[in-house]
């Protein structure tokens, strides 16, 4: 019941169109400006209902920089790794239809992709799995503009327009008897590769669609069983997944380093994924929260991106604005925009502030439960905003010197002028007070909502943000409350 895409999610509030709030560091724009809670230097910026606007500051980041034109190569080429051999099967027809109304030209945008159905999902336990699959197995498309009769059919269940011989291509070598395990990131790292060498270009994206489950895979851990669910691209008709560091090793084999790494799947959106990814990618986009069922709406992002996307944080920042622009009504959505250069300053702060932590554990247990407590939490309650737990540390009567700044620099870490996080949007529902990044924070008597396991799961300490910052796990071990 924990999904990206849910039939049905969370409870839906009404939000008025536009009723959005957008963070980009180290300035304001519009009619924002900062709250004051924040500790970072350019403040925490929430303005729920004003039009979002653009950071300039961002202009001089290296990963904002246009990379330079190549004779020969599309501007962008997208490729779309869409697992749908599970219950999202009926949205990837509403998505590849959305992709189809734009198309590839070949010159500013390449729009390929990976798709994956099957008709048998024994490792997914909901009524119809598998959907309704248009076709059974695992085909790759170079997607070309279709008219809207196409698009409508496609969405519908008829994809045999997609089946002319400009836009089917040859499937996939990781094919047996007809499909490919996309559980597996031997599969994504081949479609990554193969994409690269076939539709050379000046900007990468790669686009990650399924479910997910923030840093952790979803294993039942008791002897003899297999994975029950999903890391992030779960395959309910293989029943494998792949996890944060296979997710890290399938974009880097990829022969040119991506540019914008989109995951659109729930939860994702955590210090640690951003943490394992952070040499492979320039810019991650992904939500803390799990996202509606319908994903991306890839018609009007990718349009922007045939039309604009000059560089890595354009086409980010367009991602963000149409995806909450397309949800008037979904409360609790959030998407950030993560320069991935900046993820060794949030470990750095994170291991500090976890070592301060970790001496103040028993003298100010109450305080660090509090905040723990009261943290913006996502529906796997075991995340927690970065944000927002280190500003109620902060902000907290009577919290030691030390502690309150190592909480300061987390803060600073995120929003500050060179902060990781440059973009947010979110609505006004529930999740108001997320702040673009989320991170694993359970109780000790917590339990898990991946597993069996209660409080901190040892799994965890295999993270590249658990290794290179020990204090935090050995702070969430050492939790007296």
């Known amino acids: 019941m924990f999904e990206k895409k849910l039939h049905p999610r969370l409870v839906t509030l009404l939000l008025g169109a536009g009723m959005a709030g957008l963070l980009l560091s180290g300035c304001g724009g519009g009619s924002s400006s900062s709250t004051g809670a924040g500790g970072g230097t350019g403040g925490r910026l929430v303005s729920p209902g004003t039009t979002p606007f653009t950071n300039v500051s961002l202009s001089s980041r290296a990963a904002c920089q246009a990379n330079p034109h190549v004779a020969g190569h599309a501007r962008w080429t997208v490729l779309v790794y869409i697992n749908a051999a599970n219950n999202l099967q009926p949205d990837s027809l509403l998505n590849v239809g ?55 059919s496609i969405e519908n269940g008829n994809t045999s327009s997609l089946e002319d011989a400009a836009e089917r291509l040859p499937d996939p070598s990781t094919n047996v008897n007809g499909t490919s395990d996309m559980g597996d990131w031997n599969t994504l790292a081949n479609f990554i590769q193969w994409g690269v060498q076939h539709y050379p270009c000046d900007h990468l994206a790669v686009v990650v669609w399924d479910h997910g489950s923030g840093a952790l895979p979803v294993l039942n851990r008791s002897a003899g069983r297999v994975p029950a669910t999903r ?31 989109a995951i659109d799947c729930s939860l994702q959106c955590t210090a640690e994924v951003a943490y394992q990814v952070r040499n492979t990618a320039r810019v991650m986009v992904a939500s803390e929260e799990s996202p509606p069922g319908a994903g991306y709406p890839y018609d009007t992002w990718l349009n922007d991106l045939k039309n604009g996307g000059a560089n890595p944080c354009a086409a980010g920042e367009s991602l963000l604005t149409d995806t909450v622009n397309n949800y008037p009504g979904y409360a609790n959505i959030t998407q950030s925009m993560i320069d991935l250069s900046q ?7 994170v291991n500090s502030f976890g070592a301060s932590l970790l001496s103040h554990v028993s003298d100010q247990t109450s305080l660090i439960y509090n905040a723990r ?56 529902g529930g999740d108001t007070l997320s702040s673009g990044m989320s991170i694993y924070l359970p109780g000790p008597s917590e339990p898990s909502s991946v597993d069996t396991s209660v409080g901190y799961d040892p799994v965890y300490s295999s993270l590249g943000l658990a290794q290179d910052a020990p204090q935090w796990p050995a702070f969430l071990q050492a939790e007296k409350q």
């Open 231 to 261: 890391a992030v691209s779960q395959d309910a008709n293989t029943g494998n997944q792949i996890t944060t560091q296979q997710l890290a090793q399938a974009l880097a084999a990829s022969p040119q380093k991506v540019d914008l790494l």
């Open 373 to 428: 407590f009261n943290a913006q939490y996502f529906e796997f309650p075991e995340y927690k905003d970065l944000y927002d737990f280190a500003d109620l540390i902060r902000t907290s009567s009577g919290v030691p010197a030390d502690l309150q700044n190592a909480a300061y620099n987390v803060e600073n870490s995120l929003t500050g002028t060179n902060g990781a996080v440059m973009a947010f949007v979110h609505g006004t």
């Open 98 to 152: 959305q992709m189809a109304s734009v198309g590839s030209d070949g010159t500013n945008l390449n729009i390929v992709i990976q798709w994956k159905q099957a008709n048998v999902c024994p490792y997914f336990s909901t009524v119809n799995a598998c959907g309704n699959p248009s076709f059974v197995g695992t085909h790759r498309y170079y997607l070309l503009p279709h008219s809207a009769a196409d698009v409508t």
């Open 343 to 349: 993820m060794g300053n949030v470990a750095q702060a």
